[in-house]
């Protein structure tokens, strides 16, 4: 672990990922030397804490990256596109957490325990992507599955708390449930349907061909990640009325014989993985033990009695953290530790 000081600047840093990416570089201990804190122009003013000290929010802008080593991006695909070649120019090596770089051939990828090779490629263009939040948790559960049994093909059906909206979303379940319980009428504003007590089969918008933006991201991203386009993914994602914490039923179909005990020892030992799996005692991932940790947690691990070599599971991880936040500052220290 390198010991190098290494000037970070927050893109976004008001919103939701963006404030958890400055918990978490505090966290890990990051070796941090200068840090920069930016946003919009209505967020100048703003000041926030990082390590004991307040830091005053800057407007993002062309020349923001002057003298920086790694910029965070979690400001949107549209202020991605237009402010991360301006990084890289300036010799800051963008982490990107919006959608914008994600499937382009030149940007990699990541996500540090299944392919933190990839982060050499970085070069082309300046910029590492960071995966959607659904398809890191479920990579990190699969890969070492993978790489041992040779996956055939994927069936996932997620439940993804409203966080991964953002705040508003958040406000909207919080206040129609309160109303809801109070016999009041409720306001639909960030969703087409109210999300309070309910599940919504709608993230992101609707494509072509019946699928919705979110689940194509599962299917191009896990293939690109995994660096397998003969794995067969389809998914069905979900809006659930939780705050925190997307879960994932995932059924795996394997070319080699696969057993539920060998996926268990299997995924004991991997990286970035709790194995919580005694249905007998009741325990299995719930949303509230992935809140606020960075770990992927498995349960529910069993073979599918309808198929040879398929194994059914319960994937649950926290979506702003491991999701987001956490896995871009990963992507961070390998950078610092590697290639800067």
Not at 55 to 69: H, N, P, T, W
Request: hydrophobic share 40%.
């Amino acid at each position: 672990m390198s010991d190098k000081k290494i000037n970070i600047a927050v893109a976004g840093a008001t919103g939701a990922v963006g404030n958890q990416m400055i918990n978490c570089l505090e966290e890990a201990e990051f070796p941090v030397g200068a840090i920069k804190l930016l946003a919009s122009s209505r967020s100048v003013g703003r000041t926030l804490r990082f390590k004991g000290d307040l830091i005053a929010v800057e407007e993002l802008g062309e020349d923001s990256f002057k003298g920086m080593d790694i910029a965070l991006f979690s400001a949107g695909g549209g202020t991605s596109q237009r402010f991360a070649p301006f990084a890289a120019q300036d010799g800051c090596v963008v982490v990107d957490n919006s959608s914008a770089w994600r499937m382009d051939p030149d940007v990699p990828l990541v996500v540090p325990e299944v392919n933190s090779h990839a982060i050499a490629a970085y070069t082309k263009k300046g910029i590492i992507a960071n995966p959607n939040c659904s398809t890191i948790q479920m990579v990190v559960a699969l890969n070492p599955i993978h790489q041992k049994y040779h996956i055939k093909r994927i069936v996932v059906s997620t439940y993804q708390a409203v966080s991964g909206t953002g705040k508003k979303a958040i406000d909207e379940l919080f206040d129609q449930s309160r109303a809801m319980i109070n016999f009041l009428d409720y306001e639909k504003k960030v969703y087409p349907h109210r999300i309070a007590f309910n599940c919504l089969p709608h993230i992101d918008s609707f494509l072509d061909n019946g699928y919705t933006k979110e689940e194509m991201k599962m299917v191009n991203e896990t293939r690109k990640i995994m660096e397998d386009d003969t794995i067969g993914v389809t998914a069905t994602t979900v809006r659930v009325p939780v705050f925190y914490s997307h879960a994932e039923a995932v059924n795996v179909e394997t070319i080699e014989p696969i057993s539920a005990s060998e996926v268990k020892l299997l995924l004991e030992k991997a990286p970035g993985i709790k194995v919580m799996d005694d249905p007998g005692k009741n325990i299995y991932p719930l949303a509230t033990d992935g809140a606020g940790q960075d770990l992927t947690l498995v349960g529910r691990i069993r073979e599918d009695e309808s198929v040879a070599n398929g194994i059914n599971m319960w994937i649950v991880a926290d979506n702003i953290r491991k999701g987001a936040a956490t896995n871009a500052v990963q992507i961070a220290r390998v950078l610092a530790d590697d290639y800067l």
